[in-house]
């Protein structure tokens, strides 16, 4: 058993390293292939990235009216903190609204001027609230309009922008979706072309195939050889999209930066390496040897 | 040791290639097969490593009826016996070596044995210059060669060849049924298919006739008829 197990590898060593051309072009639709995986997860990372980061953005404000006692606010504040989906509250009063605004308009002498005429601050106390989910935002403006709360709310932001919420996230929503799909397809039909390429390997070997069985070999003592090879031709395949994949991160990674900020390419690379390594060696290695075992198939009838 | 009894092999569309077919080989016998293209040589060996099964009819291997072998015995069946073709049928992305190796590593012989008899057995075909040769770079006689130490490499209990002189010159033809008869003098039975007349009158052994798939004559030391 052992020993037959050793003479398959070696011979399916052989094969891989004398029909080094034929191996080779496996190699490169196999390569292919699995770079289109290895993009997949780039990507899924890059739309998860941007969808973060638009989700990052948006928040809901609500302005108090003029004569709301602060304890008033606070409680309020203190209220949505119960809320479990709710990320941050930032209680942001009438005098800091101002020194904000004065400050952000320090280099326009109008402002400056019309502020210094008003006897009065004309700013409003606010919460800038911040919710985990974007979904969640419609709940938190129901409860602010509800009284006691309500009584005391001025406008909220939300409403306002409402709209424009939404359809960021149907969009972002859809962009993850449609990466999905694509990638789906994407790799079914790379699988489909590695999977073809196997088969003309294969056919390309019938008459060898006849004349093992002719000699008296069995099917596994025939079968295996070919099995490795597949094998080999995955693994290098993997090896040879791990290395592209690096390369690239590592020229692009900056401009990528620059693009999307925020976007680390190389560190995402970095911290998933085994993941991204393993899924790509296991899908190579397994689909080479599979690829084989299926197309052979054919060729054992004699 | 092998048995046909009223075998017919009769192909699709009603093309009989053997019909009622029945002889019976001893151990240790020379057997010639003769009769033109299409008589039915090719076929009698077909059936007897099993590539093809008979219509009617039983096929005796000693005791084992192999007409109607399972299929992962046909294997079995294969190692016990050496079989030469006409085209050779080398493995041609390995060399001389390891051509005739494979066959002893698929009956999972010990490596150290395998290192000795490859180079005995292609030393007794004249090929001991040639071991790390592809198939490709020899001549028809050293494939034909090659393919014998292939065929013997295991100890058969039988040698079935079909037409081995077929695509060689004369000196090259003589070359192998002189092996033939040397590994047939060693114990081995060998059945050799063959139209070449001259073949079968200098080896006066026995000789099997066929035509349209019928057996016209079985002589112990026999003429080529037709």
Known sequence: ?302 | MIYFKKVSKIYPHDSVALKDVSFEIEPHEFVSLVGRSGAGKSTILKLLIAEERPTSGSIFFENQDIGFLAFHQISKLRRRIGVVFQDFKLLPSKNVYENVAFVLEVMGAESKQIKEDVPQVLKLVGLEKKLYNFPSELSGGEKQRAALARALVHRPEVLVADEPTGNLDYVHTWDIVNLLIKINSLGTNVVLATHDKEIVNKLKRRVITLEEGRLISDEKKGKYLI
């Open chain 1, 1 to 302: 058993m052992f020993i037959n197990l050793s003479r398959i590898i070696k011979s399916g060593w052989l094969n891989f390293r004398r029909n080094i051309w034929l191996s080779t072009a496996t190699i490169s639709v196999f390569f292919l292939a699995l770079f289109v995986v290895a993009a997949l997860f780039v990507l899924s990372f890059a739309t998860t990235h941007i969808a973060r980061t638009l989700e990052d953005k948006v928040d809901i404000s609500v302005y108090f009216a003029e004569d709301t006692p602060e304890y008033n606010i606070l409680d309020v504040q203190s209220r949505l903190l119960d809320f479990k989906e709710v990320k941050s509250v930032e209680y942001v009063s009438r005098v800091d609204a101002l020194e904000t605004f004065k400050e952000r308009h320090r280099d326009n002498p109008l402002i400056q001027a019309s502020l210094e005429e008003l006897d009065e601050n004309p700013l409003l106390a606010s919460l800038n609230i911040k919710a985990y989910e974007a979904s969640t935002y419609e709940v938190i403006a129901q409860f602010l309009e509800r009284a006691p709360a309500g009584s005391l709310v001025e406008k909220i932001d939300y409403r306002e922008n409402k709209e424009l919420i939404e359809r960021l996230f149907t969009i972002t929503g859809n962009i993850k979706r449609a990466g999905v799909i694509v990638g789906i397809i994407l790799s079914f039909i790379a699988m489909l072309v590695a999977f073809n390429t196997v088969r003309l390997a294969i056919y390309n070997e019938r008459d060898s195939i006849a004349i093992m069985r002719l000699v008296g070999a069995g099917n596994w003592f025939i079968r295996g050889p070919f099995v490795v090879q597949g094998m080999l031709v995955g693994f290098a395949a993997a090896v040879l999209s791990m290395l592209v994949l690096a390369a690239l991160a590592f020229a692009f990674s900056e401009r990528v930066d620059a693009f999307i900020p925020g976007l680390n390419l190389l560190g995402y690379l970095k911290t998933n390496a085994l993941l991204i390594m393993g899924v790509e060696v296991g899908l190579g290695v397994l689909f080479g040897g599979l690829s084989s075992l299926v197309a052979i198939r054919n060729y054992l009838k004699v």
